[in-house]
């Protein structure tokens, strides 16, 4: 029996999303839109709904739906700005902010990935002014900089400085910080040149790799 996508979908933006206090109504519209199925692999199909992060291979994974909407809230996207992912993974949350009409830079350190990424926002069609970077995203985009809103996808022992380099004014820096499994959510603010943090939440993603990850 082939599921309900779109009733799972629905199930998932009511019971996980709007019950836990997503209230973003944009993030609620793009999220019961995108087809999550098309982004997790063809034999966890059908965990794509599941309220946990979901194994894509090479030891990563797409994030639990709620933190993808969390930090698609925080980025606060109105449809102006360009923002830079690092850690493309599924591609899934690059769909979800180039969908709330955000020009994407999203980069990924896994080659594979990079393809993975890249095979899944063109099949969703969910590609359109998405680029897909093959690279280490702790030392940022430079090439693309300043960025108004800033994701990164993976556990970090603290705040790239380039990220807050590459970072507009104002703008706005979403960011894992802690030890190697557990971290806080940051959301680090940037106006008139003065730098504001605060914690969103207390998550556990995955380490990030490279320069300014973990070795
Ligand atoms: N946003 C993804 C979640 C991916 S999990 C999604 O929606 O599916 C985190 C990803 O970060 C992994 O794919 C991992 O390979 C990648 N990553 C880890 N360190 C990185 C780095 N320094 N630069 C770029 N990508 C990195």
């Known amino acids: 029996m082939i599921p309900d996508w779109a009733a799972e979908r629905r199930w998932m933006v009511d019971t996980q999303l709007r019950w836990r206090g997503i209230s973003d109504e944009r993030v609620l519209a793009v999220m019961g839109e995108i087809p999550r199925e098309e982004f997790v692999p063809i034999e966890a199909r059908i965990l ?16 639990q739906p709620y933190m993808t909407a969390l930090m698609a809230q925080e980025m606060r996207l109105t449809g102006m700005e360009k923002a830079l992912e690092v850690g493309a993974g599924s591609g899934y949350a690059a769909a979800v902010m180039g969908r709330l009409g955000a020009r994407v830079v999203t980069i990924e350190i896994v080659p594979q990935l990079v393809e993975l990424a890249r095979a899944n926002l063109r099949r969703t069609h ?26 990164v996808a993976a556990g970090a022992p603290d705040i790239p400085e380039a990220l807050l380099e590459q970072l507009a004014d104002p703008g706005v820096l979403v960011i894992p910080v802690g030890g190697f499994g557990d971290q806080e959510l940051r959301v680090v603010t940037k106006h008139h040149a003065h730098i504001h943090s605060r914690v969103s939440t207390l998550c556990r993603f995955v380490p990030l790799r490279g320069g300014e990850g973990w070795r």
């Open 48 to 63: 794509a709904y599941r309220d946990e992060p979901c194994p894509i291979g090479y030891g990563q994974t797409i994030s």
């Open 126 to 151: 969910c590609d359109a002014g998405v680029e897909v970077i093959y690279g280490d995203g702790g030392w940022g985009y430079p090439d693309e900089a300043p960025y108004d809103a800033i994701s």
